[in-house]
């Protein structure tokens, strides 16, 4: 059995992030695409967009990062297969980066024909908005504090991206979740309750990435806070 066959699935998904770190870390417009998808999705919620618009939204930015990532792997993988000019490997690379073109182009198109007739009719938008926020609110602002998480271990060069570094991104997501169940029942009989099993989970959760060696009590600290402070955030901004 060949070393690579016996790579456990954990294994997988850490050496699957650490590509998208290195990315983010080296590739400035990589960073660039990042920064206009958290924007994007921000404004998605400021307006109301409709569910299967919120989807085409994660579609296309998915298919931006995508290519772009593509794109750089082919360059990083040119780059070391010639050491001199070859006209081929420049038309390889001119095509990758022309589909990295295609791929923005047609996000931006998506994005005007979601976001043109929301800007239009204000007052509607916020009725619809105010409907559908806690659901949309979960959704995004999870994908926003995961997207901080990678962003913050890319500039830190911290650890791997499942075992150790700075912010534990599991800490982040279970306090975020702590933080949008208790803002859900806000107006709920047994709020405390609720919140309070919510929040003994996310700790237990917390406790266990410290057990287990992956990450400091100040690295676990700050995950606990940058999920619930960005949940937070978005349930106090938008509803």
């Known amino acids: ?27 400035r417009n ?7 998808a958290v924007a994007v999705m921000i404004a998605a919620i400021a307006i109301g967009v409709k569910r299967i618009e919120l989807i085409a939204i994660i579609l296309v930015i998915a298919f931006v990062l995508i290519t772009e990532m593509i794109n750089s792997a082919l360059e990083a993988a040119i780059d070391v297969a010639t050491t001199s000019f070859d006209p ?20 931006a198109a998506v994005g005007f024909l ?19 926020a806690p659901v949309y609110l979960t959704l995004v602002a999870l994908m926003i504090t995961t997207m901080i998480v990678i962003a913050t271990k890319a500039l830190t060069h911290r650890g791997t991206p ?30 405390f309750l609720i919140s309070s099993l919510a929040l003994v989970m996310a ?12 990450h400091s009590a100040l690295e676990v600290a700050y995950g606990a806070v940058l999920g619930a402070l960005v949940m937070l955030a978005f349930f106090q901004v938008f509803t």
């Open 1 to 27: 059995m060949s070393p690579r066959s016996r790579i456990s699935l954990i294994d997988s998904f850490n050496f699957a992030f650490q590509g998208v770190i290195h990315a983010v870390r080296t590739q």
């Open 30 to 36: 990589m960073r660039i695409h990042l920064l206009i």
């Open 88 to 107: 081929m490997a420049k038309l390889a690379k001119d095509m990758a980066a022309g589909a990295v073109l295609i791929s923005t182009v047609t996000a």
């Open 114 to 132: 979601i976001f043109e007739d929301r800007i239009a009719q204000p007052s509607t938008n916020l009725v619809d908005r105010v409907e559908r």
């Open 162 to 191: 499942l075992r150790g570094g700075l912010p534990s991104g599991h800490a982040a997501i279970a306090f975020a979740a702590w933080m949008a169940v208790t803002s859900l029942v806000s107006n709920g009989q047994h709020r």
């Open 203 to 214: 700790v237990l959760v917390a406790q266990t990435r410290i057990e287990a060696g992956f």
